[in-house]
């Protein structure tokens, strides 16, 4: 008879780790973030993701952009986005319009509220209450946050053409002058640019359509956005890239890598020219077989040339609102810092 002789030591080539059970035991939420990177489904994407943000923070010659997408300033999210700005763990942000007033509203004193998400909507309506899943917002004082953006507009003047991130710092500038500390203010005491494709999509929309109706009219020029958005691609070393969600936010960052390749083909007759990204990380609960992610999944972004075949990426399947406080406390507690922030803001202001 033969007995059979495993090595039982040896890994399989097609492997690139093992899996190690987790112990109970006293840990910070750094280590134990690390630690999940050698567990599995989920747990290893965050754990994954964790590392490729270390990574990420620490490379010098890094612009990092953040991409927001989601409900996350009604959900209290948007003081750790700000700490994100604050701390400058990001250079650029691109988010829809809600998060970036949707924070404004907590910031002028106003209060979001828990509600059971089985709740009477034609009740709310009658109480004049605006219910976002299992939150709600007394929409009176929402109307106050909006005619404090119209204010806000009406201060602008009518002869300037602005881009996304100018009309944004120049409102961070306002908040901040009166004391509101929200995500604008803070990118605009960190000289942050903040572009937001979908401004109107949003209470910025009501405040500026008011003011239009009052025959205060800002022009808002989306082309002159993308190019800002283009020009600071353009003269960054490496590109990375943080998702908390996906939308028009992603993707509007993920075609700055695309017009560089048509810049190039197009003015420069450099042929077969890509710049993709070299860490990107996305959070987000979409699939690509519903649509939601179809053509634009970190994998599939490379076919693109908007993620670099070599990259460090990782996609996590978690609500965001699991997954960004638990990334910001293991940042924090770990004493992970960014290494050589940039300075951007003149790629606007210029």
């Given at each position: 008879m033969h007995s059979l002789v495993f090595n039982l030591k040896e890994m399989p080539e097609f492997a690139y780790g093992e899996v190690k059970s987790l112990e109970v035991k006293e840990r910070s939420i750094h280590e134990l973030?690390?630690?999940?990177?050698?567990?599995?489904?989920?747990?290893?994407?965050?754990?994954?993701?964790?590392?490729?943000?270390?990574?990420?923070?620490?490379?010098p010659d890094n612009t990092i952009f953040l991409g927001l997408a989601g409900s996350m300033s009604t959900a209290g999210m948007w003081k750790i986005i700000k700490w994100l700005i604050e701390e400058r763990y990001v250079d650029v942000v691109v988010s829809t319009g809600a998060i970036i007033s949707e924070d404004i509203?907590?910031?002028?004193?106003?209060?979001?509220?828990k509600v059971n998400p089985c709740i009477d909507d034609e009740m709310l309506l009658k109480h004049k209450y605006d219910r976002f899943y299992d939150t709600v917002a007394n929409e009176l004082h929402y109307r106050e946050?909006?005619?404090?953006?119209?204010?806000?507009?009406?201060?602008?003047?009518?002869?300037?053409?602005?881009?996304?991130?100018e009309f944004l710092y120049e409102f961070g500038k306002y908040l901040d002058e009166r004391k509101i500390d929200s995500i604008v203010s803070a990118a605009y005491r960190a000289k942050v640019p903040v572009f937001s494709p979908a401004l109107v999509d949003?209470?910025?929309?009501?405040?500026?359509?008011?003011?239009?109706?009052m025959g205060k009219k800002i022009t808002i020029d989306m082309v002159k956005d993308f190019h800002q958005l283009v020009e600071i691609g353009k003269r960054s070393k490496k590109l990375s890239a943080i998702y908390i969600g996906g939308g028009v936010p992603k993707d509007y960052v993920n075609l700055m890598t695309v017009a560089q390749t048509l810049?190039?083909?197009?003015?420069?007759?450099?042929?077969d020219y890509y710049k993709g990204f070299e860490y990107i990380v996305q959070f987000t609960t979409d699939m690509p077989?519903?649509?939601?992610?179809s053509g634009a999944t970190l994998e599939e972004a490379v076919s693109w040339g908007k993620v670099a075949p070599f990259a460090k990426k990782r996609t996590v399947h978690v609500d965001a609102t699991i997954a960004l406080p638990i990334v910001a406390h293991g940042l924090i507690v770990g004493n992970i810092k960014r290494e050589n922030p940039k300075d951007l803001i003149g790629v606007l202001l210029n």
């Open positions: 973030l690390l630690e999940m990177s050698n567990v599995s489904f989920q747990g290893r994407a965050l754990g994954e993701a964790y590392r490729v943000l270390i990574e990420m923070f620490r490379d509203y907590e910031a002028m004193g106003f209060k979001y509220y946050m909006e005619l404090l953006i119209r204010e806000f507009v009406e201060t602008l003047s009518s002869d300037k053409i602005y881009s996304t991130p949003s209470a910025y929309g009501m405040a500026l359509l008011l003011a239009y109706r810049i190039a083909e197009y003015e420069e007759n450099i042929h077989q519903w649509g939601g992610l």
